[in-house]
């Protein structure tokens, strides 16, 4: 999938020298919390304030680059009611289309630091959608929303993994689901004033981490 994407983003984007939609340096945010019960709407309020808060800040609502990826099924979907919920929000058709499987690879750092890319045996079985758009700040609510709803119960869900990307910003944006959020960028000043402002929606386990490239 990686190989896909960075011919995409070379081809459609030649000037921006860009290769991926991921960053070196990630901040991640807690959204549900642990105080609040699963199933509650005052659960996924919380999240939709929050993740909400958060884009804005990270992503605001200029042009972006969305990257999608669609599984054929989903464990909390599996009548696949929710399946087209997404494309009542965004014209899928309008975006470029791939289709999977995909090879997956990852990263082993040896002793020395040197770092080695491997691919895992098992591809990855779906579909990617990505494309250049603008979204109104009531559709990221609704994208934000149907993914907080989607381990919860409630509809209308999005089954499909999202991935938001500022190029002017140049900072990423993703959630998850109901539990939190993750954003990044290759600069990570750029992700300072983010975390500095929303320090108290870190999760705790990341924090020793982020203070330390933050430093």
Not at 32 to 58: D, F, M, P, S, W
Not at 83 to 112: A, N
Not at 153 to 179: H, L
Request: charged share 35%; aromatic share 12%.
């Amino acid at each position: 999938m990686n190989e896909t994407v960075k011919k995409y983003l070379t081809d459609k984007f030649p000037k921006l020298n860009l290769n991926s939609i991921h960053g070196e340096y990630n901040l991640r945010f807690e959204l549900g919390g642990e105080t609040l019960k699963n199933g509650t709407t005052e659960r996924v309020n919380q999240v939709l304030k929050r993740a909400t808060e958060i884009y804005k800040l990270a992503i605001g609502f200029n042009e972006i680059i969305i990257l999608i990826e669609e599984y054929e099924n989903d464990i909390f979907d599996q009548e696949r009611k929710n399946k087209q919920y997404l494309s009542e929000l965004i014209s899928l058709d309008k975006l470029s289309k791939f289709k999977g499987p995909f090879e997956q690879t990852y990263y082993e750092i040896d002793d020395s630091g040197i770092k080695t890319e491997h691919v895992f045996e098992d591809k990855l079985d779906c579909d990617l959608f990505i494309g250049n758009i603008i979204l109104e700040v009531k559709t990221v609510s609704e994208i934000i929303l149907g993914k907080a709803n989607l381990e919860m119960g409630f509809e209308p869900s999005i089954t499909q993994d999202i991935y938001f990307y500022s190029v002017i910003n140049e900072i990423g944006f993703r959630i998850y689901d109901d539990r939190g959020c993750d954003v990044w960028s290759n600069d990570k000043e750029k992700l300072r004033p983010i975390y500095k402002k929303l320090n108290k929606w870190i999760l705790d386990y990341n924090r020793p981490e982020i203070e330390e490239f933050l430093k």
